[in-house]
């Protein structure tokens, strides 16, 4: 069955940088991609941006360009997300979601979420 | 970005009733190629991730309940659960995927009346 198992919770200083990875099992993890979705407390859904594990192509949110780079490792399947200069609004719920491999479209699959708390 | 606006933003309904969801884009999300609406729903629960409920508008995804349904074209969705059980209790959320960034509805809380 399709898994995605995100990394555990993290709690960082406002400057800091964190790194959330998304282990996928149960699919070719080449043939999709990976976007990655957050969730401010009290708020919606914000997509952050997309990775193909195809072909290693991104696409950012244009208010996070410069700070969020997003990877992949082909060889255990996994996806990570690092974001960087972390502010306080950006304490959240970090989702990976499994997406297509050349542009974005609907999630089907998620991993179960990783809080990141910005706190001085 | 096309914005998408749910209404209403909380909706409390009776055991057993059915329960609407509206969702409206600001630009069509019909890709006239296909005849495709760009268009998918989501319930996202307390402490569990979303989960993608309906995709092309009307698609239900695999093991998704048919009390669940989705209907509507150009920049005007509705999804209906026909008869609300107590695990519906969620937060719905409409996305479109027609145009880059993906963008989410603001979300409709449902809840028990």
């Known amino acids: 069955q399709v898994q995605l198992v995100q990394s555990g919770a993290e709690v960082k200083k406002p400057g800091a940088s964190v790194k959330v990875s998304c282990k996928a099992s149960?699919?070719?993890?080449?043939?999709?991609?990976i976007s990655w979705v957050r969730q401010a407390p009290g708020q919606g859904l914000e997509w952050m941006g997309w990775?193909?594990?195809?072909?290693?192509?991104?696409n950012y949110a244009q208010k996070l360009q410069g700070r969020v780079t997003m990877t992949t490792d082909t060889s255990t399947s996994t996806a990570y997300m690092e974001l960087r200069s972390l502010r306080s609004d950006d304490t959240a719920v970090y989702y990976c979601?499994?997406?297509?491999?050349?542009?974005?479209?609907?999630?089907?699959?998620w991993g179960q979420g990783t809080l990141v708390t910005v706190s001085s | 970005d096309i914005v998408m606006t749910q209404s209403p933003d909380s909706l409390a309904v009776s055991l057993g009733e059915r329960a609407t969801i509206n969702c409206k884009s600001s630009?069509?999300?019909?890709?006239?190629?296909?005849?495709?609406?760009?268009l998918a729903w989501y319930q996202h629960k307390p402490g569990q991730p979303p989960k993608l409920l309906l995709y092309?508008?009307?698609t239900r995804e695999s093991g998704v309940p048919d009390r669940f349904s989705g209907s509507g074209s150009g920049t005007d969705f509705t999804l209906t659960i026909s008869s609300l059980q107590a695990e519906d209790v969620a937060v719905y959320y409409c996305?479109?995927?027609?145009?880059?960034?993906?963008?989410f509805g603001q979300g409709t809380k449902l809840e028990i009346k």
């Open positions: 979601a499994r997406d297509k491999p050349v542009s974005q479209y609907y999630f089907d699959y």
């Open positions: 149960g699919y070719t993890f080449t043939n999709y991609g």
């Open positions: 990775i193909s594990a195809y072909n290693g192509n991104t």
């Open positions: 630009q069509s999300v019909l890709y006239s190629s296909n005849s495709k609406n760009y």
């Open positions: 092309w508008a009307s």
């Open positions: 996305q479109q995927y027609y145009s880059t960034p993906p963008t």
